[in-house]
């Protein structure tokens, strides 16, 4: 006979080994919920990306920077043409590094070849620099040899400054035809809001006719050979925050609309 306190304890023993098959799955349970939760986190980075998309595919400070930024935000892209220029470009790429604001630089091949450490400079900077041709000539009023000429010699010059080829174009006037569109071997970028800062030359108009046109998913034409234009870029850049507008790169509206780019296929914006 068991004395009533080793009974008691052989019961509560009894009671104990009876559950261990169910504390042993709760002990299961809970260390794979640890295991998850510490996987998510290795996995997952802060802005949600999974890090090792970043790893594979190591994107620019800026881009990375902006991710955050850019989620849910109305977005534009910030063009400039006919560039670069000596006497206006360093300006304004002081000022979108101060505000830290990405652009797509359409430079023309025969001012790129005068100004080269001007587009290695946007090009470090994050901004993305593709051709405007090589002599801004109107590429559907010249024969098919020559427009196939300009096009090529602008991207042998811009690749060979900057050691990859264009991966954007921008032909002269938005004009193009078959010839061309088969022959620029780059995605054709136009725009949906034209700034008309080569005719106005005065910087509260550029500012009023950007913000009449602009819309989500907009690309905006401006020229950076003019200091009129330079002049608008932080005030403009100021007003369209205030309106709730976020800049982004060509690269990154396109990705994060889910677009793929075709060659030879003409875009005009990026609308959500
Ligand atoms: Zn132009």
Excluded: C
């Amino acid at each position: 006979m068991s004395t009533p306190d080793r009974s008691s304890s052989r019961s509560a023993i009894s009671r104990i080994n009876a559950r261990w098959p169910w504390l042993k799955l709760y002990l299961v349970l809970f260390v794979g919920l640890v295991a998850i939760l510490d996987l998510l986190d290795l996995t997952i980075s802060k802005t949600g990306e999974p890090l090792n998309r970043i790893r594979v595919a190591p994107m620019s400070r800026h881009v990375r920077a902006t991710e955050r930024v850019l989620a849910n935000k109305k977005l534009v892209v910030l063009t400039f043409d006919d560039g670069p220029s000596a006497a206006t470009t360093p300006r304004l790429l002081d000022i979108l590094r101060e505000k830290d604001v990405p652009a797509t630089f359409f430079v023309l091949g025969n001012m790129a070849r005068n100004n080269p450490d001007i587009i290695k400079r946007a090009k470090n900077e994050g901004h993305e620099v593709a051709s405007h041709t090589m002599y801004h000539q109107n590429l559907i009023r010249i024969s098919a040899n020559a427009a196939k000429s300009d096009i090529n010699e602008a991207k042998t010059v811009i690749g060979g400054i900057l050691g990859s080829a264009p991966r954007f174009t921008r032909p002269p006037y938005g004009n193009y035809n078959g010839v061309v569109a088969s022959s620029v071997g780059t995605p054709m970028i136009l725009w949906s809001v034209d700034t008309l800062d080569w005719k106005s030359r005065n910087v509260d108009a550029v500012i009023e006719t950007a913000m009449a046109e602009v819309h989500d998913g907009a690309i905006i034409l401006m020229h950076d050979v003019y200091d009129t234009t330079v002049d608008a870029v932080p005030r403009l850049i100021d007003t369209l925050r205030q309106a709730g507008y976020e800049f982004a790169s060509l690269e990154e509206i396109v990705k994060l609309r889910n677009i793929n780019l075709v060659n030879g296929e003409a875009y005009y914006g990026f609308r959500p």
